[in-house]
T-cell receptor, first 114, second 115 residues
Framework: EAGVAQSPRYKIIEKRQSVAFWCNPI?????LYWYQQILGQGPKLLIQ????????DSQLPKDRFSAERLKGVDSTLKIQPAKLEDSAVYLC????????????FGPGTRLTVL | AQKVTQAQTEISVVEKEDVTLDCVYE???????LFWYKQPPSGELVFLIR??????QNEISGRYSWNFQKSTSSFNFTITASQVVDSAVYFC????????????FGTGTRLQVFP
């Protein structure tokens, strides 16, 4: 079974530029999560989708971050404009519909904002 | 408020030593779930265990064991006879039943196992 796929793996941009990350969850997984992991910290949830609806985006900085999950499968996370403090690893995870079940994580995208 | 504390930032051991990683959590919910994940240098978080708040039985899986104690709000993880391949950052996480599925992570413990 294929795992969670993410691209790109690395991205370097200058502040005020925009960037987009892509995630393809495990086939059949209804729930998709985007986490931000700043160096030396644990991951923090940015947004959770169930199918193509948003379940929780309370910690998403909506003035600059946006995310979508068209057709309930792939998802993209965008930052526009980027700030220095957005430098982090962005992790995508997916899970099945069983509540509070194991989440499967992708390899992440490491973003550096200069 | 919900919180997970992993007080040990970094632990170094020599191969074959036993090591325990501590996790203390805070929650007002009576139903919740606790997790441990491993993050090797490749960066991908790997699920190790999920335990719900009603199941206080200790669990053993090979060289790994977990000690869940509600009285002290702790969910500690022990690796017996550590190996170099165990070197990674280990995260403890909490998920509350009255909340969405989001995981609240601790800051992680970096384990280095030297040959």
């Amino acid at each position: 079974e294929a795992g969670v796929a993410q691209s790109p793996r690395y991205k370097i941009i200058e502040k005020r530029q925009s960037v987009a990350f892509w995630c393809n969850p495990i086939s059949g997984h209804a729930t998709l999560y985007w986490y931000q992991q700043i160096l030396g910290q644990g991951p923090k949830l940015l947004i959770q989708f169930q199918n193509n609806g948003v379940v929780d985006d309370s910690q998403l900085p909506k003035d600059r971050f946006s995310a979508e999950r068209l057709k309930g499968v792939d998802s993209t996370l965008k930052i526009q404009p980027a700030k220095l403090e957005d430098s982090a690893v962005y992790l995508c995870a997916s899970s099945d519909l069983v509540s509070h079940n194991e989440q499967f994580f992708g390899p992440g995208t490491r973003l550096t904002v200069l | 408020a919900q919180k997970v504390t992993q007080a040990q930032t970094e632990i170094s051991v020599v191969e074959k030593e036993d090591v325990t990683l501590d996790c203390v959590y805070e929650t007002r919910d009576t139903t919740y779930y606790l997790f441990w994940y491993k993050q090797p240098p490749s960066g991908e978080l790997v699920f190790l265990i999920r335990r719900n708040s009603f199941d206080e039985q200790n669990e053993i899986s090979g060289r790994y064991s977990w000690n869940f104690q509600k009285s002290t709000s702790s969910f500690n993880f022990t690796i017996t006879a550590s190996q170099v391949v165990d070197s990674a950052v280990y995260f403890c996480a909490l998920s509350e039943a009255d909340n969405t599925d989001k995981l609240i992570f601790g800051t992680g413990t970096r384990l280095q196992v030297f040959p």
